[in-house]
């Protein structure tokens, strides 16, 4: 593959957990050098959550740092402050995610950074509007799933809300930041001028409401839940069939008719004024699921599907996590890698999902162990000799494992 997009590009990543560690990955994935810096003993948070993997990392540190060195810092010692400050130097954006006011009492701000950077891109992530009256609440993946309603459209309507099964507002959070600090490099090749981007979990939550959103404000209510089913198209949802469930998505009422007629032979219903078109189905929802639950329930799996394919309905297998990793599907598209590692001898990482020019974007640098670049980075970076690092790692300043 040819050079990177952000190949030259160097990010210091000082967040932990999940929204500003996604960011920094996503930078990471598009050819950016990432600087991880993490605490010299426990490292990331994540790196204690779920399951080992060697010594220092887990599933869930490796799901979201990839393609990054780590560095130790102490950031609790002035030492260490003025360590991070000088590598801030050095790059082109940092990433951060500290409660609200801690980055600046360490002298690690926007505005301190930019006093020896003046071109830099600072991404800071919050729970909250930072120039709002909740700024200094911190923000967890959970509770801004209910804040934000998101729970409350998960979910049967029997059930209670329903936290969507991995922390999507996390998650989306991080790549709403990566796009804007893109953009923000995008614009500083123009201007010189960096950007301050201020990411809030809360407002990132509530823009995952999407048209559920907007239906509430029209309604002036919560919009019903309907679990696995659509919520404006008829029939699009999860459906038992004799043997197992399958996904079945009629997009317009063309494919109905043919659904009707073709796969559950039942023409009378695709010619029932009721039914005719998707508006009216949803109307009339009530009485068609029922009836098609049972059509559905009478066939075998494998001749529904073959006959949705056959008249170019979208429909598709559920399938178990483990068993979706892997698929054939998967195993082709190159989106399961093994990577080496000193203490497991290897271990699964996710590859990055871009593809440009025909190729997948490469794992470049498996998740790190933790403080793995300490020196190197120090070194190439900032000139220390060995003996400043020696006398940085004897002050509990930095720790290579």
């Known amino acids: ?52 993997v060697g010594k220092t990392e887990t599933a869930y540190f490796n ?8 560095v130790t810092v102490d950031l609790a010692t002035a030492e260490g402050q003025a360590l991070v400050r000088e590598l801030a130097k050095q790059c082109d954006v940092v990433v951060q995610n500290f409660k609200f006011g801690g980055a600046e ?31 200094t609440r911190p923000g967890y993946d959970l509770v801004i799933q209910g804040e934000s309603g998101l729970m409350a459209i998960n979910g049967e309507p029997t059930q209670q809300p329903l936290k969507f099964g991995v922390a999507a507002v996390d998650m989306f959070t991080g790549m709403y930041a990566a796009q804007a600090v893109l953009a923000a490099l995008f614009d500083r090749q123009r201007t010189g001028q960096g950007r301050h981007i201020e990411m809030a979990l809360f407002d990132s939550g509530l823009m995952i409401s999407a048209y559920y959103g907007l239906e509430a404000l029209l309604m002036e209510k919560d919009p019903p839940r309907y679990g ?18 399958l996904i079945i998505a009629v ?23 009721r039914y005719k078109t998707n508006l009216v189905r949803g109307q009339n929802r009530d009485t068609l699921v029922p009836l098609l639950l ?20 979208p429909c598709g297998e559920v399938l178990g996590l483990y068993e979706a990793l892997t698929s054939p599907r998967a195993v082709s598209a190159g989106l399961v890698t093994r990577q080496p590692h000193p203490v497991a001898g290897q271990m699964h990482v996710m590859a990055p999902p871009y593809r ?19 020196r190197e980075v120090l070194r190439d970076l900032l000139g220390f000799d060995e003996q400043r690092l020696a006398q940085l790692e004897a002050q509990g300043v930095t720790k290579t494992t």
């Open 294 to 313: 049972a059509e559905i329930g009478a066939r075998p799996r494998k001749l529904l599907l073959e006959r949705l394919a056959a008249v170019g309905i």
């Open 105 to 135: 009492k360490m002298g690690l701000g926007y505005e301190q950074i930019r006093a020896v950077k003046p071109d830099i891109v600072y991404c800071s992530v919050s729970g909250y509007d930072r120039h709002g009256p909740e700024a």
């Open 356 to 374: 440009m020019d025909g190729e997948r974007l490469p794992v470049r640098l498996p998740p790190p162990v933790l403080g793995e670049g300490t």
């Open 228 to 245: 696995n089913a659509h919520p404006s198209i008829v029939p699009y949802g999860v459906f038992d069939a004799k043997d197992g469930p």
């Open 63 to 70: 799901s979201m740092n990839r393609n990054k060195r780590s």
């Open 1 to 52: 593959m040819s050079a990177l997009p952000l190949a030259g590009v160097r990010v210091l990543d000082l967040s932990r957990v999940l929204a500003g560690p996604l960011c920094a990955q996503v930078l990471g994935d598009f050819g950016a050098e990432v600087i991880k810096v993490e605490h010299p003993k426990r490292g990331d948070d994540t790196r204690d959550w779920g399951l080992r």
């Open 251 to 273: 997009g317009n009422n063309a494919q109905f008719e043919r659904f009707c007629i073709d796969v559950i032979e039942r023409p009378d219903v695709a010619a029932d004024e």
